[in-house]
Nanobody
């Protein structure tokens, strides 16, 4: 389960910080990140970060948004600065991970991608 928080209304030029926590029977998280979807547009990548700390940031976010993982590696934050009206969107947390279960004493891993519920970010004066 992915739980995101931190969205809201902010004026142009302002800042917001989004946070997302993964919970459940998690064995390993390969990559976490943020996508966004503006009204009438397709969902697009904002930024991702691997377990090793390698990041991938959309050109539209470079220099303004910073993605980071928490020490426990099951959280991901997106610090957004110098926000613009065109950043207005629903932001979705995403994770590529191995979930685990033990069946008859055997550890079984299943790799899947998961999405959070989305948090609204509105940049407006």
């Amino acid at each position: 389960q992915l739980q995101a928080s931190g969205g809201g209304l902010v004026q142009p030029g302002g800042s917001l910080r989004l946070s997302c926590t993964v919970s459940g029977s998690i064995h390993y998280i390969y990559t976490m990140g943020w996508y966004r979807q503006a009204p009438g547009k397709q969902r697009e990548l904002v930024a991702t970060i691997t377990n090793d700390g390698a990041t991938n940031t959309a050109d539209s976010a470079k220099g303004r948004f910073t993605i980071s993982r928490g020490n426990a590696k099951n959280t991901v934050d997106l610090q957004m600065r110098s926000l613009k009206a065109e950043d207005t969107a629903v932001y979705y947390c995403w994770a590529d991970l191995d979930s685990k279960k033990v069946i008859l004493g055997t550890l079984e891993l299943t790799r899947n991608q998961y999405w959070g519920q989305g948090t609204q970010v509105t940049v407006s004066s």
